[in-house]
């Protein structure tokens, strides 16, 4: 359906890609990652035709059509939100239309024979309109609207009223009516709340044409993608299969390039020293020479730099009451459209709090209560004893001083700290070199919010509180934050779209509905299970007039239960592991013996004064040998050991953790 060839595109000195080459068949499911700036949207640009690569072609039937997310709406139109939807489908519109107005004629023609000729243009018209899906197209608009999380009053209101996130959906939705033949998505799921990013997700899978999408939300990609095009730093891996399996696969490949650039570095280090030892002895001139020209020939083996696992001591918060904080009784409203009645929440130390739930729920109010930002018109909010709390938000970003390198801002909050430990912190948020010194005017929205999240973390609160902090921020960066959460040891509630940061982080979930929280004690999975056998409806018996109450005892019971089938899994994974595990030691003890020995015949062997008779120097040899085949053998039965150990800990991961996304 598509073929792209050998395109190249770069901006003055910056290098996007060169000589990318792919096809697309009508079916497919490609995810294009790559940390940001890396051209993943000028791909798309490109083959939507609003670029011109530098070289290289791309080539599609005429007749294939293309839908491209980056539509921009008028956000002062006065269109109705449903009939907008319908009128992207141009053919159809101006179909109804003059339906509409032949019916309108019909009423008023009083002439028998013009009737008749009237009558006979609008069967034909009405039979078109069929044919092209017309009479479903209304249904197929509310279908899709209602996936996006719109309510049905909403679908009467002009898109002015509409917000900026919602307005994107628009746009999305409008895409999706169209039906094109290849749709391409980029980071289309930013402005969709988990119901909606999951009925997408749904709705592409028997989508009937092509997606190309790139998106830094992992779980999204790992339920949509069936092909991976990676942009590194100076390739382009191309993967058939998930985007989890794509991670396995790299890394493993990453860990083969590595010992094989040792090997390689071994072998070319004793080739050298040959070399070195004999280069002036004219007997060994003709070896020298011809070791030299293969050494020439060798292509050294790279390994592509990746991002390295978050490494930093982050600052104890000060220690904090077990209750972190209690609110009792809290109303809030914005005029007439109260958001939340009679709500109550308790927070206890160390909680890992994910907000969950519809946009419009109430999530990001209840947030702003928690951290104090936001007033309330009844109730109360009691911090506990030694709490202090920090508010991350989009709009911190604006906070950061644009004349301000990266070093100064971090400075600002921790002036008595010394530059080596800011630079330490900076350089695990990827701020490496001299990326300290940039201006503030000249970073990324990923970076400034690297940056504002590393000011947070110099000089931890004990309470944390961070609204979407994940917007902005590529996969690499997103492994980052929840590495730096993960480190950190006070109590944190947070909203995100991730579900991956989600899963990784959090320890507690509380869904809001209609500004009424209701609290799953356990990690996202616990709670997606309890919500498969527990609908919203069935829990307001769990809910007295005066106090939420949480479904903590259901989750007890759910969670004993689970213990019980982890123990069984992890038992047999014991038993299956432990003499795998036992013989990795036995030969990684043997390998370090083996190699020690013959580390110092190579030594030897390279040190001619040392050598001694004839017969030593023989059974030196042999041992060289000897050593040689035990540590290949041993060698090679270690890294077959090693993936078996990765595989029998893989599938008790997977069994451990089912049910998951997909």
């Not at 985007?243 to 004793?270: G, M, N």
């Not at 909010?381 to 971090?410: C, F, I, M, P």
Request: charged share 25%.
């Amino acid at each position: 359906m598509l073929s792209v060839f050998n395109i190249s595109k770069a901006y003055g000195s910056q290098v996007l890609f060169t000589n990318l080459t792919f096809t697309v068949s009508t079916r497919d499911r490609i995810a294009f990652i790559g940390p940001n700036g890396s051209g993943k949207t000028t791909i798309f640009e490109i083959i939507a035709g609003k670029v011109t690569p530098d070289s290289g072609t791309v080539t599609m039937p005429k007749s294939v059509t293309i839908g491209y997310t980056r539509q921009e709406i008028d956000p002062f139109s006065h269109d109705r939100l449903l009939e907008h939807i319908i009128h992207a489908c141009s053919n159809l519109a101006g179909l109804n239309h003059r339906i509409q107005i032949l019916q309108e004629a019909l009423s008023e023609e009083g002439d028998d024979d013009n009737t008749e000729e009237l009558l006979h243009e609008l069967g034909e018209l009405q039979h078109r309109f069929e044919a092209m899906g017309g009479y479903n197209v209304e249904h197929e608009a509310k279908t899709i609207l209602s996936g996006m999380g719109f309510k049905g009053q909403d679908f009467s209101r002009p898109l002015n009223e509409f917000s900026g996130g919602w307005l994107m959906r628009v746009a999305l939705a409008k895409l999706l009516i169209v039906n094109p033949d290849l749709l391409l998505l980029d980071e289309p799921t930013n402005h969709l709340d988990l119901e909606s990013c999951i009925w997408f997700e749904n709705y592409l899978k028997s989508y009937q044409g092509a997606v190309l999408v790139t998106s830094h939300d992992r779980a999204f990609l790992n339920r949509v993608a069936r092909k991976i095009v990676s942009l590194e730093q100076d390739d382009v891996l191309f993967y058939n299969g998930r985007y989890d399996e794509f991670i396995v696969a790299r890394q493993k490949d990453q860990e083969s390039r590595e010992a094989l650039a040792t090997r390689q570095e071994r072998q070319l280090k004793k080739e050298m020293r040959f070399i070195e030892t004999f280069r002036y002895k004219a007997k060994k001139a003709s070896q020298v020479q011809s070791r030299i020209k293969q050494l020439m020939k060798v292509e050294k083996v790279t390994v592509p730099r990746a991002t390295p696992k978050i490494h930093f001591s982050f600052p104890e918060p000060a220690r904090s009451g077990e209750e972190a904080i209690n609110l009792k009784h809290v109303v809030k409203s914005y005029d007439s459209n109260i958001v939340c009645r009679d709500l109550n929440l308790t927070l206890m130390k160390g909680d890992r709090v994910a907000l969950v739930g519809p946009n419009g729920a109430g999530k990001t109010t209840l947030l702003k209560i928690l951290a104090g930002v936001l007033s309330f018109e009844g109730g109360e909010r009691k911090l506990g004893y030694n709490v202090t709390t920090a508010y991350y938000a989009q709009y911190q970003l604006e906070l950061l001083e644009n004349g301000n390198s990266v070093l100064d801002e971090l400075r600002r909050v921790a002036p008595a700290e010394p530059e080596q430990q800011l630079r330490g912190l900076l350089g695990a948020f990827l701020f490496q070199g001299d990326d300290v010194f940039k201006r503030v005017e000249v970073l990324s929205g990923g970076e400034k919010s690297r940056l504002s999240i590393a000011k947070m973390l110099i000089r931890p609160a004990n309470f944390l509180l961070m609204d979407e902090p994940t917007n902005n921020l590529d996969i690499n960066s997103r492994e980052i934050l929840a590495d730096a959460l993960d480190a950190y040891h006070g109590t944190l509630c947070f909203i995100t779209h991730d579900r991956t940061l989600i899963r990784e982080i959090a320890n507690k979930i509380v869904e809001i509905q209609n500004g009424t929280p209701v609290v799953y004690a356990g990690n996202y999975d616990d709670y997606l299970i309890l919500k498969e056998k527990t609908s919203f409806e069935d829990v307001p018996h769990l809910l007295s007039d005066s106090m939420v109450q949480t479904t903590e005892m259901s989750t007890r019971s759910f969670q004993r239960q689970r213990k019980a089938t982890e123990g069984d899994l992890r038992n047999r994974y014991y038993r299956k592991s432990s003499p795998v595990k036992k013989r990795i030691g036995e030969i990684e003890l043997k390998l370090a013996a083996l190699e020690a020995e013959f580390k110092d015949l190579e030594n030897y062997f390279s040190t001619p004064e040392r050598y001694g008779d004839w017969a030593e120097i023989t059974a030196k040899n042999g041992r060289h040998s000897e050593l040689k085949s035990a540590i290949n053998h041993l060698t090679q039965e270690w890294v077959q050991l090693s993936m078996e150990s990765e595989g029998l800990k893989l599938e008790y991961e997977e069994t451990r953790n089912c049910p998951k996304d997909d």
